[in-house]
C-alpha cells in the first residue's frame, strides 16, 4: 500500500490546449508551498495531479493542510494506491479507510472505473466491497444518500486507488496564471479581502502601502504585514512596497480644499500606484472599495480616482456587504487583525464634510493645486520593499 | 539616548533585580518544592524575597503570597473574597476607574448575580468620601479600591474605607490594589485595615512575571487556581524564582519613599511651569496627584501623533493605559472631560531615575508637536 494524494484540478479541466500550461503553473505552486515537508513526484494524468513522496520523512498528511490552501484545486483527497485487483483493493481498504470507518456509522461505496478492462463493473465492485466493509465493521449501516464516510475505488490506467471523503480544495485558478497586479492594502478589512479574491483568480499580487508616520504608528505597519502574511497563505508570496506618504499628506493639508481632500489624495496614492505597478510589471491594480461605502467609494468618488489610473482597476467587494465581506475575512483569518485599531493613512486628515458627488474636473482642479510630481517621486524611490511569505 | 517616561507601563529592570533573576536561572535553578539540596536553596531564596516584600508592606512574611502578576493578584483576591463572603451579602462596591483585571473579575461576579456600586469620579478624577460611605452597608461584602490610578495618578482615599466598613457594620472584605503605588507612597496594609493587597514587581524595576497579594493573617482566602499547592494552595504552579527573587531585590532597593516624593514633586513643578506657558496644554491629572503620573492634554494633537512623532526621538511616552492597546483613555472619559480633551490625552510616567534635562528634552519636543501637527 502506497499513499497519495489526488488532486481534482476542476475548473482547469475545461481549458483547451493551453490546460498544460496551467497544471504545470499548479504543480509549481504546490511544489512551492510543500517544499519545506520534503520532496515529492508530481504525475498528471486524467485531469488528476498526484503527489508521492519522495523521500520516507516527506508527510503527506501536512502536506494536505498546505493544498486546502492552494488555488486551482476542486477538490483532494489523500489516497492509498494498489493493484488493480480484488483482493488487494479490500486488503487496502481495510486497513487505510480503518480510521475514518471506526469513526462513522454510515457509508457508502462509490466506484470509478475509467479503465473498462477491469473485470468488474462499477456497481459489483460497489456491492463487493461495501459487504466487505460491513463484515469488517459491523457497526457501520449503508446510507446511499447521505453518508458519512463516502468510500471511493478509482480504477484508473496503471493503478487503484482507494480513499475516503474528498476534502474541498480552495478553487479558483492557479495563482500566477492570470498575470500580475498591485494591490492597495490599507490595513483595514476589505483590502486583504480584495487580494484574496484576485489571487483566487489566478493573479499574483504585489502589494503597495502607504504610510504617514507620526500620524500612523509602527504597529500600523505590523498589521499589513500580518495580514499579508495571511492572504500569502493563499497567494504565495508577496511583495510588499511601503511608501512613505507624510510629506505628501503634509503638502495637501492646508492647501488643498477640504472637501476634497480625500479624493485628491486617493488619486495622488493611484498616480504612484501606477508608476511603481509600471516598473513591477503589473497589468491591472486591486482596490477593496465598496460602492457606497464611504464617502470616497461613491460612484462619483470612484469615477474621480480611476480618471488617472492607467490600468484596469479591479474592485472585487465592490458588490459585496460589509456582512459578506466579512464573512470571507473570517474564512481567511484577517478578519481579528483588521479590527485592531490602529489609524492608517486614510482615516487621518479626514474632512468633515466630504464631497460625496464630486465631478472629475472639480477634483482635478483641487489637485493641480498641490500637484507636484517631484514630490511623488520621492515617495517612489522612498518606497521600501519587503517580501512577505 | 532614550528616554523612557512610560514607567507607568513597566519599568527597566535594575541591576540589582537583574543580577538575582540571572542567578536564579543559572545557579539556583532548582524547584523551591524539590526535598534535595538545590531545591532546599531555592526555597531559600523565595522566603528571602517573601521577608523583603514583607518589610516594605510592614507586615510579617506568612502574609506574602507570590503570583504570577497584578493581574493575578487581583483576580485571586476579587474572586477569593467574593466566594469567602458569599453567605453574609450581595453587594460589591469599587470604582468607575479600576484597572481592567479588577473590573472584569467583578464583572463577572456581576453576572453571577452580585449587585455592583461603582463610585463616580468627579473633574478632577477623585472620588468622593461622603458616596464612598453611602455605598457601603450591611449587605457589602467586598469593598476594592485601588491606592492610585494608573492613568491619572489620583490617590484615592484607601485609608478611610475600613471606617466606613466598621461604622456600617458591614462583614465586607477590603481589597486595594497597589501596583501603582507600591514603593512610591507608604503602605502599611495592617495599619490601614486592609484585608487584601495588590502589588507587582515590573513597576519597581522589578523583572516581569512577579506580583504578589497581602493577605490578612487569620484570613482563609479560598484559591481560584487549583494545582500543586503552592503558596499554600493559594496559587498553584511551580514559582517564577527568577522573577520573584528580582522581585525581592528590586523591592530591597527601594529607596525612601518620603524622600522620593519631594524629589519627584520638584520635577513634576518644574515640568508642570514649562508646559504651563504653552498653549492649549491643559493637565488632568489632580493637583493632589502621585507626581510620578502626570496626565495631560495637548489640545489638537491626537495622542496617537504626539506618540509617534515623540518616539521618533526615542521618547517614551503612552496614551492612558498601555493595558488597552491603541483605545482612548476611559478614565478620561469617566472625568467628563471634553472629547477632544480624551482624544490628546498622554500619560508621562517618571520614575526615580527620571531627570530634569529628560523633562526638559521632553517638553521642548511637544512644543515642536504643537507647531508642526496642532490642527
Not at chain 1, 520532496?39 to 501536512?62: D, G, H, V
Not at chain 1, 495571511?230 to 488643498?256: D, N, W
Not at chain 2, 495592617?190 to 512577579?210: E, N, R, T, Y
Amino acid at each position: 500500500m502506497q499513499e497519495v494524494i489526488l488532486i481534482k484540478n476542476g475548473e482547469l479541466a475545461l481549458k483547451g490546449l493551453n490546460r498544460s500550461t496551467f497544471e504545470d503553473m499548479l504543480i509549481k505552486n504546490i511544489k512551492q508551498k510543500t517544499g519545506r515537508l520534503g520532496e515529492f513526484y508530481f504525475e498528471k494524468s486524467q485531469s488528476t495531479i498526484m503527489i508521492t513522496p519522495k523521500t520516507a520523512e516527506a508527510n503527506l498528511r501536512e502536506a494536505c493542510e498546505d493544498i486546502a490552501k492552494i488555488f486551482g484545486i476542486a477538490a483532494f483527497s489523500l489516497a492509498a494506491s494498489c493493484k488493480k485487483d480484488f483482493e488487494d483493493i479490500k486488503a487496502t481498504a481495510e486497513v487505510f479507510l480503518a480510521d475514518e470507518l471506526f469513526a462513522a456509522q454510515t457509508f457508502k461505496v462509490e466506484a470509478k472505473r475509467s479503465d473498462k478492462r477491469f473485470p468488474m463493473t462499477s456497481p459489483e465492485l460497489c456491492r463487493e466491497l461495501g459487504g466487505v466493509l460491513l463484515e469488517k465493521y459491523p457497526h457501520l449501516r449503508v446510507d446511499v444518500h447521505d453518508p458519512e464516510v463516502t468510500v471511493t475505488v478509482e480504477i484508473r490506467d496503471n493503478r487503484a486507488f482507494v480513499h475516503g471523503n474528498q476534502r474541498r480544495g480552495a478553487g479558483g485558478m492557479p495563482t500566477g496564471t492570470g498575470g500580475r497586479a498591485m494591490l492597495l492594502v490599507s490595513g483595514g478589512i476589505d483590502s486583504p479581502v480584495a487580494g484574496w479574491m484576485m489571487a483566487k483568480r489566478g493573479i499574483k499580487l504585489i502589494a503597495v502601502h502607504f504610510a504617514s508616520p507620526p500620524y500612523t504608528s509602527p504597529k500600523a505597519e505590523m498589521k499589513v504585514h500580518e495580514l499579508l502574511k495571511k492572504v500569502a497563505q493563499y497567494s504565495g508570496r508577496i511583495e510588499l512596497f511601503t511608501v512613505p506618504f507624510t510629506q505628501i499628506q503634509e503638502h495637501m493639508r492646508g492647501r488643498c480644499p477640504e472637501e476634497f481632500f480625500t479624493i485628491v489624495m486617493r488619486r495622488l496614492m493611484m498616480r504612484i500606484a501606477n508608476e511603481i505597478a509600471e516598473r513591477e510589471h503589473c497589468g491591472a491594480l486591486i482596490t477593496g472599495e465598496s460602492m457606497g461605502q464611504v464617502a470616497s467609494q461613491t460612484l462619483h468618488a470612484l469615477a474621480c480616482t480611476d480618471a488617472v489610473a492607467q490600468f484596469p482597476v479591479f474592485r472585487p467587494c465592490i458588490g459585496m456587504d460589509k456582512e459578506e465581506i466579512i464573512t470571507i475575512a473570517r474564512k481567511i483569518d484577517t478578519f481579528d487583525i483588521s479590527i485592531q485599531p490602529y489609524e492608517d493613512c486614510c482615516t487621518i486628515f479626514t474632512p468633515r464634510h466630504p464631497r460625496t458627488r464630486p465631478t472629475i474636473e472639480a477634483a482635478a482642479k483641487a489637485e493641480a493645486r498641490v500637484f507636484d510630481q517631484a514630490m511623488l517621486d520621492e515617495a517612489i524611490n522612498g518606497a521600501e520593499l519587503k517580501i512577505i511569505y | 539616548m532614550e528616554i523612557y517616561l512610560d514607567n507607568s507601563a513597566t519599568t527597566q529592570t535594575c541591576a540589582a533585580a537583574a543580577d538575582e533573576a540571572a542567578k536564579m536561572m543559572t545557579m539556583s535553578y532548582g524547584n523551591p518544592s524539590s526535598q534535595h539540596k538545590l531545591g532546599i536553596e531555592a526555597l531559600g531564596h523565595l522566603n528571602k524575597a517573601r521577608e523583603r516584600i514583607a518589610t516594605v508592606l510592614s507586615c510579617s512574611d506568612d502574609e506574602i503570597f507570590f503570583t504570577p502578576s497584578g493581574t493575578i493578584a487581583n483576580n485571586t483576591a476579587i474572586f477569593g473574597a467574593a466566594a469567602l463572603n458569599k453567605r453574609k451579602g450581595n453587594t460589591i462596591v469599587t470604582t468607575t476607574i479600576e484597572h481592567p483585571s479588577v473590573l472584569q473579575p467583578i464583572g463577572q461576579l456581576e453576572a453571577q448575580g452580585a449587585q455592583v456600586i461603582r463610585l463616580q469620579v468627579d473633574r478632577s478624577g477623585n472620588i468622593s468620601e461622603e458616596e464612598l460611605f453611602r455605598a457601603v452597608n450591611k449587605n457589602t461584602i467586598l469593598v476594592s479600591i485601588m491606592a492610585v490610578n494608573n492613568e491619572i495618578g489620583s490617590i484615592n482615599p484607601v485609608h478611610l474605607v475600613q471606617t466606613a466598613v466598621k461604622r456600617s457594620g458591614s462583614p465586607a472584605l477590603i481589597h486595594c490594589d497597589a501596583v501603582q503605588a507600591f514603593g512610591k507612597i507608604k503602605l502599611k496594609p495592617a495599619q490601614m485595615g486592609i484585608d487584601l493587597m495588590s502589588v507587582s514587581s515590573h513597576k519597581i524595576h522589578g523583572p516581569k512575571g512577579a506580583g504578589a497579594l497581602y493577605v490578612r493573617k487569620g484570613l482563609n482566602l479560598p484559591p481560584y487556581i487549583y494545582g500543586g499547592g503552592q503558596e499554600k494552595g493559594l496559587v498553584s504552579g511551580t514559582e517564577a524564582l527568577p522573577a520573584i527573587a528580582g522581585f525581592g531585590a528590586a523591592a530591597a532597593a527601594l529607596p525612601d519613599v518620603g524622600m522620593e516624593q519631594v524629589k519627584l514633586s520638584y520635577l513634576r513643578e518644574h515640568f508642570l511651569t514649562q508646559i504651563a506657558s504653552m498653549p492649549g496644554v491643559t493637565v488632568n491629572s489632580p493637583i493632589n496627584a502621585l507626581p510620578y503620573i502626570i496626565n495631560i492634554s495637548v489640545l489638537g494633537v491626537p495622542s496617537e501623533v504626539l506618540i509617534n512623532y515623540l518616539s521618533s526621538f526615542e521618547i517614551y511616552i503612552s496614551a492612558g493605559s498601555a493595558c488597552k492597546r491603541g483605545r482612548k483613555s476611559e478614565v478620561i472619559r469617566m472625568m467628563g472631560l471634553s472629547s477632544q480633551r480624551a482624544d490628546s490625552a498622554v500619560r508621562i510616567s517618571l520614575s526615580r531615575f527620571t531627570t530634569r534635562d529628560e523633562l526638559d528634552r521632553l517638553a521642548e519636543k511637544i512644543n515642536e508637536a504643537i507647531v508642526k501637527f496642532r490642527r
